[in-house]
């Protein structure tokens, strides 16, 4: 299957700074990519939704100007916490699919386990 | 607005034993439904698809909108098998929502 990379894979960041994560499908174009964060033993909650070249899709309840995501192109799509705080700490997944068509697969990254100290 | 559920968070059977993960979800269009699998320290990975009604692993699950249904089943569950399993759902709007997730554990 397609192979979707996140970097890095863990990150550790003081309070009050930014991280940014990456999100790139390796080897098909992403029309779509998805953000969730995932907590211990619990289902993924999705975050948002992204199309390449345009804004991204918040969930309700997600702060857009705390999680911010960019889609800048179809193999590449950052998440980057701002003034991050002990409760992002979390585990962020992405996932890309390649069309918007009946049935395609959404391919999913390793994860980022991100600790806020 | 849309939802999954997946009832089980946890469900051990003994191996050969017939397994049955359930899956509900509201949706008022026509949904495209999915079963997802994570097996330990490894990454979701698609089990199957509701659209290609195909048989994965020894895995199947049918659409059933009276019910509003997408059950997996397996007649002979191997130890292989135990894992996350979690039932997701896309919508027009291309959102890709998941279930709880259950978690399945084979016993030898």
């Known amino acids: 299957g397609a192979v979707v990379s996140q970097h890095p894979s863990w990150v550790i960041c003081k309070s009050g700074t930014s991280v940014k994560i990456e999100c790139r499908s390796l080897?098909?174009?992403?029309?779509?990519m998805f953000w969730y964060r995932q907590f211990p033993k619990q289902s993924l909650m999705l975050m948002a939704t992204?199309?390449?070249?345009?804004?991204?899709?918040?969930e309700q309840g997600v702060e857009k100007d705390k999680f911010l995501i960019n889609h800048a192109s179809l193999t590449l799509s950052t998440l980057t916490v701002t003034s991050a705080h002990p409760e992002d700490s979390s585990f962020y997944i992405c996932?890309?699919?390649?069309?918007?068509?009946?049935?395609?697969?959404?391919?999913f990254g390793q994860g980022t386990r991100l600790t806020v100290v | 607005a849309q939802r999954v559920t997946q009832p089980e968070k946890l469900l051990s059977v003994f191996k050969g034993a017939p397994v049955e993960l359930k899956c509900n979800y509201s949706?008022?269009?026509?949904?495209?439904l999915f079963w997802y699998v994570q097996y330990s320290r490894q990454r979701l990975q698609l089990l199957l698809r509701?659209?290609s009604r195909e048989s994965i692993k020894g895995f199947t699950a049918d659409l059933n909108k009276g019910e509003t249904s997408f059950h997996l089943k397996k007649p002979f569950a191997q130890e292989e098998d135990s894992a996350m399993y979690y039932c997701?759902?896309?919508?027009?709007?291309?959102?890709?929502?998941f279930g709880q997730g259950t978690r399945l554990t084979i016993n030898p």
């Open positions: 996932s890309a699919r390649e069309t918007a068509e009946v049935g395609t697969e959404a391919f």
């Open positions: 080897d098909f174009q992403a029309t779509t």
């Open positions: 992204s199309n390449e070249g345009s804004k991204a899709t918040y």
């Open positions: 949706y008022s269009g026509s949904p495209e």
């Open positions: 509701h659209i």
């Open positions: 997701a759902l896309i919508q027009g709007a291309q959102k890709l929502v």
